[in-house]
T-cell receptor, first 114, second 116 residues
Framework: EPEVTQTPSHQVTQMGQEVILHCVPISNHLYFYWYRQILGQKVEFLVSFYNNEISEKSEIFDDQFSVERPDGSNFTLKIRSTKLEDSAMYFC????????????FGPGTRLTVL | AQSVTQLGSHVSVSEGALVLLRCNYSSSVPPYLFWYVQYPNQGLQLLLKYTSAATLVKGINGFEAEFKKSETSFHLTKPSAHMSDAAEYFCAVSDVGGGSNYKLTFGKGTLLTVNP
């Protein structure tokens, strides 16, 4: 069964460092998303991506964040200069279409900023 | 803005007992509604969804949920809990139309514990 994969499963970094989180969405999906969950809090939407551009982003997704689909299969989230408050579980998701179509989630990357 | 409220951050039931996990949403129009389950160290897996068809929705693993517009609720039930149901459950809503990109807005989650 196709699935969304994410690497690494756990990333530890120093404050101020850049991190790139990697995702491989399901191959025939067209819509891609990043969400995050700070420990003990809700899963929050960060950004959606379609047709090689950002289609929507949240207030959290400021200039420190960027997304890319570099090669037609990978979907990356970059944080340029990490802050302590960026520590969270980051989930990638993909879907065939919007609306009532299921978003398939990856297992997440736990980011710890020291 | 959409919001989702899940009453009870932790629900504990005995094996074989009814499972009831509550979800209320706020939206000016009926949205799309989803229940996801997360097992330890895994991603979110879709249990079921409501997309304006039948108001009683059946999902995987014997779960079902009923959309009640008058109560703005989408509670998740299962007649008889199994040990394997122990997990965290998330209710989510998605905007409908109007140029929305259908991002999901999640509740805080309910941790279900099943006691033998």
């Amino acid at each position: 069964e196709p699935e969304v994969t994410q690497t690494p499963s756990h990333q530890v970094t120093q404050m101020g460092q850049e991190v790139i989180l990697h995702c491989v969405p399901i191959s025939n999906h067209l819509y891609f998303y990043w969400y995050r969950q700070i420990l003990g809090q809700k899963v929050e939407f960060l950004v959606s991506f379609y047709n090689n551009e950002i289609s929507e982003k949240s207030e959290i997704f400021d200039d420190q964040f960027s997304v890319e689909r570099p090669d037609g299969s990978n979907f990356t989230l970059k944080i340029r200069s990490t802050k302590l408050e960026d520590s969270a579980m980051y989930f990638c998701a993909s879907s065939w279409d919007r609306g009532g179509y299921e978003q398939f989630f990856g297992p997440g990357t736990r980011l710890t900023v020291l | 803005a959409q919001s989702v409220t899940q009453l009870g951050s932790h629900v504990s039931v005995s094996e074989g007992a009814l499972v009831l996990l509550r979800c209320n949403y706020s939206s000016s129009v009926p949205p799309y509604l989803f229940w996801y389950v997360q097992y330890p160290n895994q991603g979110l897996q879709l249990l079921l969804k409501y997309t304006s068809a039948a108001t009683l929705v059946k999902g995987i693993n014997g779960f079902e949920a009923e959309f009640k517009k008058s109560e703005t609720s989408f509670h998740l039930t299962k007649p008889s809990a199994h040990m394997s149901d122990a997990a965290e459950y998330f209710c989510a809503v998605s905007d409908v139309g109007g140029g929305s990109n259908y991002k999901l807005t999640f509740g805080k989650g309910t941790l279900l514990t099943v006691n033998p």
